[in-house]
């Protein structure tokens, strides 16, 4: 049987990583791609192929969408000498950065780079690689719990995870005729080093979060991972245009 194969876009660490990971498990071959990262995007393919499935990294600046057209063509070759297709089942736009500003000290450089890699890279990524996702596959969007709720420095990142949540439902509405279900994960307060590790790493951010969470603690890699794994490759086709938040019941 044939195994559907992922592209996740910012996998070689932190949420992205661990989606990988529990997708190789359900049987899902993964490309990643990554910015910078590529001795630890390398050791992730390491990984996936000892555990028995295929995979592959390339790397892409999932901000500057100039770069968008040469990536569609190595992704293609990879596609061809990898896994004899031209197509590929699963898109997962999760990359991104997180930057704290409050908003009368938010600049247009901190804007324009929080739009370009959540909103327009999210936009321009998936339109140019559409051609190349299966009929039936699926496209999951990474948001984030401060669309929903707020805190204080967040307006510039969150207003972009909100655009992301109705360009979810534009994009299930246009690529329903083709099979295609897109939904989009909200992670809440996740300990990783994304927006310099201060859930991990600051004692009292992460109790602020855990004493704020309905399951009593903050969220580790592996919540996200195993919620992407099962909404791509559960019995779920015919839900779309969902917003699916995981955040253990975040200030509720």
Known sequence: MTRPIALITGGSRGLGRSAAVHLCRQGVDVII?????????????????AAGGKAAALQLDAGNVSSFEQFALELGDRLKTVWGRDRFDFLVNNAGIGINAAFDETSEKQFDTL???????????????????????????VSSGLAR???????????????VEVL??????ELGPRGIAVN????????????????????DVNAFVAGNTAMGRAGRPDDIG?????????????????????????LL
């Open 33 to 49: 791609t990554y910015l910078s990262r590529q001795e630890d995007a390398e050791s992730l393919v390491t990984e996936l192929e």
């Open 115 to 141: 739009v370009n890699l959540h909103l327009k890279g999210t936009f321009f990524l998936t339109q140019r690689l559409l051609p190349m996702i299966a009929d039936g596959g699926r496209i999951l969007n």
């Open 149 to 163: 709720f707020c805190l204080p420095g967040y307006a510039a990142y969150g207003a972009m995870k909100g655009a």
């Open 168 to 173: 979810t439902r534009y994009l299930a509405k």
């Open 184 to 203: 989009v994960i909200a992670p809440g307060a996740i300990e990783t080093d994304f927006g310099g590790g201060a859930v991990r790493d600051n004692a």
């Open 226 to 250: 195993q919620a992407v794994a099962s909404i791509l490759t559960g019995q779920s086709q015919w839900m779309t245009a969902q917003r699916i938040e995981v955040s253990g019941g975040m």
